[in-house]
Every structure is written in structure tokens, then in C-alpha cells.
């Protein structure tokens, strides 16, 4: 059982949306430190502010561009130097592009790759020395159910989302090796309502949950040292039915009967106009 209390987490893109939340419920659980990274300077210190009026003054904010591996490196040094080991990781931080791939420029692509699989990869490598050396450490790494399914007009977020899961299975398997305390969590979550899916069509008998309700979730798995976690519960039977159905009978019930493929039609995505490209990447899962 992984415990929190007393624990030093840290959290990327975690000055807003479901990020917050997990820090919020981390100060709540009685971590020793709550480290937030985010590219957007003044969301970070609104939710700097927010958690010292509530009390919590052992929040340490960075501007970090997960985009770029040096900027990583760099905010880690100083991590490691301001506030020591990090045991618990939420590899939090994506952004999303919805439109057919035809659409995508070159920079969508290598926006989309950069944060939602290299940065995600990058994190882990930066604070798992530190892990290691001390035996024991939890790296969440927040992917999505994209991972399990194809879909129309998300082909870039889907290709990182399955980049994502399997970079972390295997991940888990070779920390496993190494000590009993070694944890690795993967998360695949259906449409969450934070605005980055603004738009988007719930399939059926999968609600788009509430942001709130995920976190809980996410919070148990990670008390409880959960492999995967799959929500909400029809996401469950999404490996199964890709591994037995033939592909266009799977098309068939999961783009026809169940509108999974139709998801996307009407995306608009954030609420809020970008003010910079920098601004996208503090959108989060």
C-alpha cells in the first residue's frame, strides 16, 4: 500500500483541471511536500495561493515546459536540490489536437508527441535515480482509454495515449525487479469533464465523468497499488473485445452501436482561447 502521508509528490500540469485536484487531495492525504510543475505562470500561482489559504504553505510551484527534455533536466536539478526525492509522480501533463490526422500540421504532431509521450518518459527518467537509490517509489502515469481503441479525429492523441501505456507496462515490469516498493500505476480514463474534451459526444453506457470522481478514483488506485486503472466501467471491456472480436465486428459495435467513433464530431476543445502555444500545454487529461 502505497501511503501519502508524510510523502513528497509531485505533479506536472498540475496547476489545473484534474492535476490540481490530485495535488489538492495529496496536501489532504498529508504529504510532507507538494511540488507542482505547469507552464502557465499564473495558474500556478493561483493555485500556490488557493492551497496556502487554505492552510497548506508546503506547496513549491516551477515553470517547467515538459516539451522540452532540457528544461526538464534543469527544473529536476533544482527539485532534487530545493526539495529532495520525490516519491510519488503524477505524470500528469497532454494536450489533445481533435481533427482528422489530414488536418494536422507538423507541429500538432510534434507538440502532441513531445508532451504526451517524451515529456511523460523524460519526468520519470529525471526522479527515478533518486527512487531507486532509496528503494521505493511511485510513478502514475495518467494515460488514457484512446490507448485501448482507435478513434476518428484524435489519430495523434490516441497514437501517444497507446505509446503511453505501453512505455508504462513495461516500465512497471522492470521496476518490479528491482524491490518490493517499486510501483508503477497506469491510468485510462474515458472523456473527463475539464474542458479539454469540450464538445465530444459520450459513447454509450460511458458517461463522461467528472473530474472529482477520477481523482477519487485515481487516489484509491494508488493507496491500494493498482496496475491499471479503467474508467468508468465500460472502458473495462475494452481489452477483451479488441482481442476477440474480429476488427470490423469491433468496428461495427464500437463506432456504430456505441458511437465511439463519433465521439470527436463535434470537438471544440477548451473553453478558453489560447493565449500562446504555451498556454496549450498546461491543458490537461
Not at 26 to 49: C, M, P, R, Y
Not at 164 to 190: D, H, I, Q, Y
Request: net charge positive; with cysteine; aromatic share 6%.
Amino acid at each position: 500500500m502505497t501511503k501519502i502521508k508524510n510523502k513528497t509528490v509531485l505533479v506536472t500540469g498540475g496547476a489545473n483541471g484534474i492535476g490540481k485536484l490530485m495535488g489538492l487531495k495529496s496536501l489532504k492525504n498529508g504529504a510532507k511536500q507538494l511540488v507542482i510543475w505547469d507552464i502557465d505562470e499564473q495558474a500556478l500561482n493561483t493555485t500556490a495561493q488557493e492551497f496556502a489559504d487554505m492552510g497548506y504553505t508546503n506547496v513549491t510551484p516551477y515553470i517547467v515546459d515538459v516539451s522540452d527534455f532540457r528544461n526538464i533536466d534543469s527544473a529536476a536539478a533544482i527539485t532534487l536540490a530545493e526539495v529532495g526525492t520525490v516519491d510519488v509522480l503524477f505524470n500528469n501533463a497532454g494536450i489533445v489536437v481533435g481533427k482528422s490526422f489530414a488536418e494536422h500540421t507538423a507541429e500538432d504532431i510534434e507538440r502532441t508527441i513531445q508532451i504526451n509521450v517524451s515529456a511523460v518518459m523524460h519526468v520519470a527518467r529525471v526522479f527515478l535515480p533518486n527512487m531507486l537509490q532509496q528503494k521505493s517509489g511511485h510513478i502514475v502515469n495518467i494515460a488514457s482509454a484512446a490507448g485501448f481503441i482507435p478513434n476518428p479525429n484524435m489519430s495523434v492523441y490516441a497514437s501517444s495515449k497507446w505509446a503511453v501505456l505501453g512505455w508504462s507496462e513495461s516500465l512497471r515490469l522492470e521496476l518490479e525487479t528491482k524491490g518490493k516498493k517499486m510501483r508503477v500505476t497506469t491510468v485510462c480514463p474515458s472523456y473527463i469533464n475539464t474542458g479539454m474534451f469540450d464538445g465530444v459526444k459520450a459513447p454509450l453506457l460511458t458517461p463522461i465523468m467528472e473530474p472529482e470522481t477520477m481523482v477519487n478514483q485515481v487516489m484509491k488506485a494508488v493507496r491500494k497499488n493498482d496496475l491499471l486503472l479503467l474508467q468508468p466501467t465500460m472502458v473495462k471491456a475494452l481489452p477483451l473485445l479488441r482481442g476477440i472480436l474480429p476488427t470490423r465486428v469491433f468496428d461495427f459495435i464500437g463506432g456504430q452501436l456505441f458511437g465511439v467513433y463519433k465521439s470527436m464530431d463535434k470537438f471544440k476543445g477548451h473553453n478558453k482561447k489560447e493565449k500562446t502555444k504555451k498556454s496549450d500545454r498546461a491543458l490537461l487529461n
